[in-house]
């Protein structure tokens, strides 16, 4: 059974930065497309990053231009390197593979962008 740990969240200025990263408890991100997602309160879990096999990338367009997913897979480690963070960002963060069957989830890690 594949574990997945993220961590790196906290508490951050509107217009700063963070580092989110996911660990695997298997060589799982050469195997599959991952995503993170994100889940803010009162609403439903959203994808925010996919990278895949190949290592493209893909955003919506609330991430674009600010968030960048990346992998070591020799590390078994995900990353998301967020920029110009902005309040509507905070929410609860998790990784797995950007489509069904998922993982089993993580807890997540949770990013609080607030003056």
């Known amino acids: 059974q594949v574990q997945l740990v993220e961590s790196g969240g906290g508490l951050v200025q509107p217009g700063g930065s963070l580092r989110l990263s996911c660990t695997a408890s298997g060589s799982i991100f050469s195997l599959a497309t991952m995503g993170w997602y994100r889940q803010a309160p009162g609403k439903e879990r959203e994808l925010v990053a996919s990278?895949?096999?190949?290592?493209?990338?893909n955003y919506p367009d609330s991430a674009k231009g600010r968030f960048t997913i990346s992998r070591n897979s020799a590390k078994n480690t995900m990353y998301l390197q967020m920029n110009s963070l902005k309040p509507e960002d905070t929410a609860v963060y998790y990784c797995?593979?950007?489509?069904?069957?998922?993982?089993?989830w993580g807890k997540g890690t949770l990013v609080t962008v607030s003056s």
């Open positions: 797995n593979r950007a489509i069904q069957p998922y993982y089993s």
């Open positions: 990278i895949t096999i190949g290592g493209s990338t």
